[in-house]
């Protein structure tokens, strides 16, 4: 299997170089005897089974991606390659700033299977809308649940951290327009290159002069992905194997809290964790590394009312759900070898 790359290593390395800086920060503001009233040797053994759980999750994925491959176009992809194909998206995605990389490693490793090039395209952006789709509907939960809290007061970080969220959903509408509708969001593009400042900046961020015709073209590719998919009859059975995968991810959460005696809802901690999943994207550090930390310790101990306790959770969550996963991934990539046929 392929080794990584000396950018990717060094990623790896950036990732726990800034989550171990949140940390020690964020420890430094709290009562340490709190923090280890919670933090005890027995959390090795919930990161253990919340670690399962996460995996768990990754298996739900793998098993729909199996399942499209043979319904829609019936060619055979085993458990264990689609197993190694979303774990290694997760890997890469958490490896690399705006978690750009999971989906590129997914499409070449079902190319190296022998899967055409246009039906793993296919699957990879169909997939994506779903997830798009999803987190933007159970974040919703956690915006009704606590809108208080990020809207009153003075403080600014709660109020930095919903406008962080309104300009993740409004990405999420241009994306869903675009596939009903692409005029309508040409005709938008027009407006925004004649606003020399939202051009620059779109320019800036994107590092694309062309940015408009290739989102454009970008958005073209998706909707006849997604119509091939939703034309099958597929889509409509995946998409609440999608919701049920991510609430297996949310349980992980609600679970590292409840260990911590933290009192919380599995609904609220759903809402939460999606809605700032849709906050921390713009981290840019590896996996959002660092940045996750620092935004569910701003949040979470508000909800939960004790620093310690939310710290805790926290970073039992992060290390049975990012930390350990990424190691058991280089493992697995370690180890992975092509089916013979494959190799032939």
């Not at 958005?219 to 998919?229: G, Q, W």
């Amino acid at each position: 299997m392929r080794d990584l790359s000396k950018k990717e290593w060094i990623n790896i390395i950036l990732a726990l170089v800034f989550g171990f800086v949140a940390v020690f920060f964020i420890f430094r503001g709290i009562d340490p005897r709190e923090f280890f009233e919670y933090f005890r040797p027995q959390s090795l053994l919930h990161i253990l089974l919340l670690c399962g759980i996460f995996l768990f999750s990754i298996l739900i994925d793998s098993a729909r991606m199996k399942w499209l491959f043979s319904f829609v176009w019936e060619k055979h992809l085993s458990l264990y390659d689609a197993f190694f194909n979303n774990y290694m998206s997760f890997l890469f995605s958490m490896l690399t700033p705006f978690y750009f990389g999971g989906q590129v490693f997914q499409t070449y490793h079902l190319s190296r299977l022998g899967f055409e090039s246009e039906h793993n395209v296919n699957v990879i952006l169909s997939r994506f809308v779903e997830y798009l789709i999803s987190i933007a509907i159970l974040s919703t939960i956690g915006l009704l649940r606590y809108r208080d809290l990020f809207l009153s007061g003075t403080l600014m970080a709660p109020k930095l951290i919903f406008l962080a969220y309104l300009v993740s959903v409004s990405f999420i509408g241009v994306v869903i327009l675009s596939l009903v509708h692409p005029p309508l969001i040409a005709h938008l593009f027009g407006l925004l290159k004649k606003a020399r400042w939202m051009d620059s900046m779109i320019k800036r961020f994107t590092k694309k002069e062309d940015w408009d015709s290739r989102f454009l073209e970008w958005t073209h590719d998706l909707k006849e992905s997604v119509k091939i998919l939703w034309k099958s009859g597929f889509m409509l059975l995946d998409f609440p194997l999608t919701l049920f995968s991510l609430l297996v991810q949310s349980f992980a959460l609600y679970l590292a809290i409840r260990f911590n005696s933290g009192n919380i809802g599995f609904f609220d901690a759903t809402g939460l964790l999606f809605f700032l999943s849709m906050v921390v994207f713009y981290v840019p550090t590896p996996g959002a590394s660092g940045g996750v930390e620092t935004v569910y310790q701003i949040v979470f101990s508000k909800i939960l009312g004790s620093p310690g306790k939310t710290l805790a959770s926290v970073l039992t969550w992060r290390l049975s759900t990012y930390y350990l996963p990424i190691f058991i991934g280089l493992v697995f990539l370690m180890f992975y070898r092509y089916p013979k046929e494959v190799k032939k």
